[in-house]
């Protein structure tokens, strides 16, 4: 399906696995990269020589593009780009923070860079400084969302009018019907978060996907808003957070507290029910089974084509 994303990655097709903590090692980013699609390693969770080794894996387990999702935020960022420079890896994802500070770094060695964003005005920036797409990620979405609350039916056609380079939209995208919407939007391409962590090849721990398969409308939660938003499972941890935000407000002192203990770790790598966050987006509600990531992309296109004629049909 050729296009401006697929060009820019060098795939066959318009979707990106998202970068996620916990849950995108060099297993589900190579198995995504040889289905045609675009995987990436998410660094969030690793420490530098951990991520050079998913790097090189993932270059053993497929002669196809995959990248790298960069938290800007991290403490010992500089490490983590240090490993990707030094690897060259091909497409660099980052999120949260300022990728004009980085991005020399990655565009000497020829790297293509993509930035998530949840507003205009990020996405203008991101574009300003040389970033080569856009991933609009809407407030469905699993994990830290922007402070907007902007659903990804709002954001993507308002950043798709505000730049030139390619959109590419995040956020409750779970199957092929969504990804024609999201093109009829003005996107370009999807990154797709929490439909492949229920995927065979996803580091989570079983019972995480379990808990994926099992939720249903409404069982998510945004906590920590307007500090740095989190959409999780409810299951008790994140409902104490609620209850507490509801009851006393939430400072950013408590939330490091609640959040950083290891919380991601334990909810999506041990599958911790009581004590964990289990990080996911409104979209597992549409997530049924835990099949390996090259069905998951059959089928998305399947269902992206039949969309398509299905619309053709009815005008
Ligand atoms: C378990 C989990 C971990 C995530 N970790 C990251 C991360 O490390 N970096 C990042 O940019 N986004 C992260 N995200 C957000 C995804 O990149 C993606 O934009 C989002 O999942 C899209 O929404 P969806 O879950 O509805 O598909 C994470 C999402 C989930 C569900």
Not at 163 to 170: C, D, E, G, N, Y
């Amino acid at each position: 399906m050729p296009g401006r994303i697929t060009s820019l990655f060098r795939t066959e097709l318009p979707i990106v696995q998202a970068g996620m903590v916990w849950v995108s090692g060099w297993r589900l980013a190579s198995a995504v990269s040889a289905a045609g699609a675009l995987g990436l390693i998410g660094a969030g969770s690793m420490k530098p020589e951990l991520l050079r080794e998913h790097i090189t894996k993932a270059r053993a387990a497929t002669d196809r593009t995959f990248g790298v999702n960069l938290p800007l935020l991290r403490g010992d960022i500089g490490a983590l780009i240090d490993v990707v420079a030094e690897e060259r890896v091909p497409v660099v994802f980052t999120a949260a923070g300022h990728p004009g500070r980085h991005i020399e770094r990655f565009k000497r060695y020829g790297a293509t860079v993509v930035h998530v964003v949840a507003n205009v005005k990020q996405a203008l920036k991101a574009q300003e400084c040389g970033c080569d797409a856009v991933v609009a990620e809407g407030f469905e979405a699993g994990g830290h969302n922007g402070m907007d609350e902007l659903t990804t039916l709002t954001l993507v056609p308002l950043i798709a009018d505000a730049v030139s380079v390619p959109v590419i939209a995040a956020g409750g995208i779970a199957d092929g019907r969504q990804m024609a919407a999201a093109f009829a939007l003005g996107a370009e391409g999807v990154q797709v978060g929490t439909r492949f962590a229920a995927t065979v090849e996803s580091s989570g721990h079983d019972d995480y996907k379990r808990r994926i398969v099992e939720a249903g409308e409404g069982d998510t939660v945004l906590t920590y808003r307007g500090i740095l938003p989190v959409r999780a499972l409810r299951n008790p941890f994140m409902a104490s957070v609620e209850r507490e935000e509801r009851e006393r407000g939430m400072t950013r002192e408590r939330m490091m507290e609640l959040h950083a203990k290891g919380r991601e770790r334990k909810g999506i790598f041990e599958g911790d029910w009581q004590e964990g966050e289990m990080e996911m987006g409104q979209s597992a509600a549409l997530v049924r089974d835990v099949p390996p990531a090259r069905e998951v992309v059959r089928r998305m296109m399947e269902e992206f084509h039949a969309a398509r004629e299905r619309l053709a049909r009815s005008g």
